[in-house]
């Protein structure tokens, strides 16, 4: 499996960008899609999480009002459409493949199997 991570960017405080992440080599319509965040200096953390049928979202409380995670199973890929940007959300992003069939939400690293090269996206003030 190869996720390749797109949208990333300089973009200023209070922009709206959308990162793609295009699956290859499954499809992801059965699994569990997951964006994580790493910033300069820190650990990766969970950011969006969406079950493998699109019905159920999970969100970091950093983010949750502000990003929406989506998923279009024919295009095997997922979205992060990302609102209202702020200085605290730089950091390299990155698209994770969901381990089980079926599940829900996941949102811890540990549940995903395969992650995407992250794309950059910095927030100027």
């Known amino acids: 499996v190869q996720l390749q991570a797109s949208g990333g960017g300089l973009v200023q405080a209070g922009a709206s960008p959308r990162l793609s992440c295009a699956a290859s080599g499954r499809t992801i319509s059965s699994y569990t899609m997951g964006w994580f965040r790493q910033a300069p200096g820190k650990e990766r953390e969970f950011v969006a999480a969406i079950g493998w049928n699109g019905g159920i979202t999970n969100y970091a409380d950093s983010v949750k009002g502000r990003f929406t995670i989506s998923r279009d199973n024919a295009k095997s890929t997922v979205y992060l459409q990302m609102n209202t940007l702020k200085p605290e959300d730089t950091a390299v992003y990155y698209c994770?493949?969901?381990?089980?069939?079926?599940?829900?939400?996941?949102?811890?690293?540990?549940?995903?199997?395969?992650w995407g090269r992250g794309t950059l996206v910095t927030v100027s003030s």
């Open positions: 994770a493949f969901g381990r089980r069939p079926y599940s829900y939400t996941a949102s811890t690293s540990t549940e995903y199997d395969y």
